[in-house]
Every structure is written in C-alpha cells, then in structure tokens.
C-alpha cells in the first residue's frame, strides 16, 4: 500500500512539473519584449528613470526602471502597437514614444534620450517604421501581424499566410474543403514543420501536419520561423509556425463579416486526370461575428468568435463524365479569458477548434489523412484545444 501511495505522489509531482514546464514553453513563444538604454543629451547613462509601457493589447501597463548603465527590458508583452513613456524628473523632461511595434519572440529597441526639463515641452516621438532589427538572434523567418495580412490578398485562413515568407512553398497537401496547408520550407515535406497555437504544440503526434487552420478574425500575429531557431522549439526539420490568437482589450470590440462565392464565379473543367475525378466548380458561404472586451476593466477580458462556412464541391468522374456533389461545413470558433492576476502575473486561458463534416463525394485528391478513393462517405474531423498560459514579469 505505502509503495502505492508513494507511486501515486510521485506520479502527481512529475505531472506538476510537466504543466509548469509547459507553462514556461508557452510564455517564451506568446511574447515579446521591449528593451534599451536611457541616456541624457550628452549621451551619459540615466540609471534610476522610471520606464512605462501601455497597449490596447496589455491587459494593465508594464513598468521597468534603468539600471547603472542606463539600460532596461521590458518582457512577456503580448504583440501589438505600444507606448513607451518615461515621466518627467530628476530635472528632465517627458519623453514619450508611441507606435512601437512588438512581435512574437523578438525583442523590439527603444532608445530613449531624456532632455533637461528647462529646455521646454516633453518629447513625443512616433515611430512610423515599425519595429527595427532584432540583432540578438539570428533565426530567419518573418513575422504577420493582424493589421498587414487583413489586406493581403490570400484565402482567409492562417494557413494562407504561411507561404508569404521567403523559402516557404505548397506542398501540394489540402484540407478538406481543397485549401493549401502543411506547406514546405526550404525543401521539406509539411509533415515535418512544428505548428504552435497560443503556446501549445499542436503538431498532430502520430502523423505531422497542423492542427487547425483558423480565419483571419481569430487571430493577432502569425510568427514563421524557417531556420536557426533555437532548440526550445525543436521537433521540426522543416519550418516553426507559431500563431497566437486575438484576446479582448479595456474597450468593446467586434465584427460581423460575410464572404460568398457562387458557381458561376469558377471556371469549368476542361482537362480530366488519368483516374479519378476532376473538380468542377464551387459554391461557398464564409461568415461570423468576434466580440471582445472588458469583463472588469484592468482586470478581466474576454474574446469569442464563431464563423461558420460551408462550401460545395462539384466534380466529374473520368468515367463517362458522371456528376458528383459534396458538403462541407466547419463551424471555427474561439474564445479567450485574460486576467491580471497582479503587475507580475497574468493567466491566459484560450480554446479554439475547427470540428470539419464533410458529406456526400469523397475529394478526389489525396488529401492529407484522408483516404485516397472515390466513394460516398460522411467524414467527421474534430479538433478542439484548451490552453493554459501562466506567465511572469520577474
């Protein structure tokens, strides 16, 4: 009896630390920072300034103070457009700098250079370029935000967005409803990339590929590393795509949105494959609504989406150039819980999932975990995740 007590405390102990090591994991993947140095005119170091950082995606403002030689970081900032403020004292002046972009895993320079107080008003400064260069590491890759692929002319999924860095390609695979997925990097099959969501792997274990493919309204940034990432992502001999979902802010917020394309808009088959079928022509509804806010402001957010699409298919078997039809609906759908449990702590718990049916013609191209044939069926794909983030200001 005690050996089995002591196998069972054991075993709880072990899994305690598996949590807290994947809490860490998710932290350092969910993140940015915002570092540099404080100095006067003269160029001399100013240790002591008191440096203060204030987003619409910081769930309650972060603060830092210089060291001996001037220099500070800010951590664990969830990306977005920041403000950086240092108040005037020690007989300078305010120095203020907004629109500081900050990314997933990169580390974002702010230089601060304080005027003497007498000389006149406070200093603003906007920094219309962006985020500059990350000269602390060298993985290559890019960075999305919301804002730049809300306009790109891609199909509205994160997968979509994944080809838009350099050496990232199709690999031919799609998921049910004939979108691209699992792309390659620099050669690789899609199986071998390492897929993040909100900090938890979601690589399918047994298989590779993604996990999920969610719309563009669910999410913040898309982060895509394709070589010399460090060894705390791993488990890829192809690309790392890490993608963190929108949270809510101090403010209501939300969308309505609608998409359509009918048959009419696609073209008609002309050439036929040796075996099997050929596509021919589509009809798709994509639409939903997101809302987010403040439970209690400073304190407690929420955001939730829900956008459901449908899309029917049209093919022609080789054979005798017979009709076929098929239905898929995937109703995506998020939802994110942000609270400040003090200025150091912050819980985050995220839930998102693509749960795919698809009726009647089985897709004629061997997608990836579906069978190759041609036959009526009715497939039900489910994919749900619940994500537990803690992180820390320490």
Not at 247 to 259: E, I, K, L
Request: hydrophobic letters at 35%; glycine letters at 10%; one cysteine or more.
């Amino acid at each position: 009896m005690k050996n089995v007590l002591k196998y069972v405390g054991l075993s709880a102990l072990l899994m305690c630390f598996a949590l807290f090591t994947g809490s860490v994991f998710a932290q350092s993947s969910t993140t940015g920072s915002i570092e540099g140095a404080v100095t006067d005119t003269t160029g001399a170091a100013v240790p002591g300034a008191s440096i203060r950082v204030t987003s619409p995606n910081l769930i309650s403002p972060q603060t830092a103070i210089s060291d001996d030689n001037g220099r500070y970081k800010i951590a664990n900032l969830p990306p977005g457009r920041y403000t950086v403020t240092v108040e005037s004292s020690k007989g300078f002046g305010k120095f203020e700098k907004t629109e500081v972009e900050v990314n997933l895993s990169r580390n974002t320079a702010v230089e601060i250079q304080l005027t003497p107080a007498n000389v006149g008003a406070s200093v603003t400064v906007t920094d219309t370029a962006g985020a500059g260069i990350d000269v602390s590491n060298n993985t290559t890759g890019t960075n999305v935000s919301t804002d730049q692929f809300s306009n790109l002319p891609t199909q509205r999924t994160v997968q979509s967005l994944y080809t838009i860095a350099p050496t990232v390609a199709r690999s031919g695979l799609r998921d049910a409803s004939g979108r691209d997925r699992d792309p390659s990097v620099a050669g690789s099959s899609g199986p071998e990339n390492n897929y993040i969501l909100d900090g938890v792997n979601t690589t399918d274990p047994a298989f590779g590929g993604s996990g999920a493919n969610l719309p563009f309204e669910f999410v913040q940034e898309v982060e895509i590393k394709t070589g010399a990432y460090g060894a705390e992502y791993g488990r890829a001999t192809g690309g790392i795509f890490n993608v963190i979902t929108k949270s809510g802010g101090n403010d209501f917020h939300g969308d309505a949105f609608g998409y359509f394309t009918t048959k009419g808009f696609v073209r008609d088959t002309h050439n036929f494959p040796f075996t099997g079928s050929a596509p021919n022509g589509f009809s798709e509804i994509d639409a939903g609504i997101d809302v987010g806010g403040p439970i209690a402001k400073d304190k407690l957010w929420f955001f939730g989406a829900f956008n459901p699409q449908q899309r029917k298919n049209s093919f022609l078997t080789q054979t005798f150039h017979k009709a076929q039809e098929n239905k898929i609906t995937t109703p995506f759908y998020s939802g994110k819980l942000t609270w400040a449990i003090n200025q150091n702590h912050t819980f985050t718990f995220s839930t998102f999932g693509d749960f795919t049916k698809q009726e009647g013609f089985l897709f004629p191209v061997c997608v990836y975990q579906v069978p190759c044939e041609n036959d009526l069926f009715l497939i039900h794909q489910n994919l749900q995740q619940a994500v537990w983030e803690y992180s820390t200001g320490f």
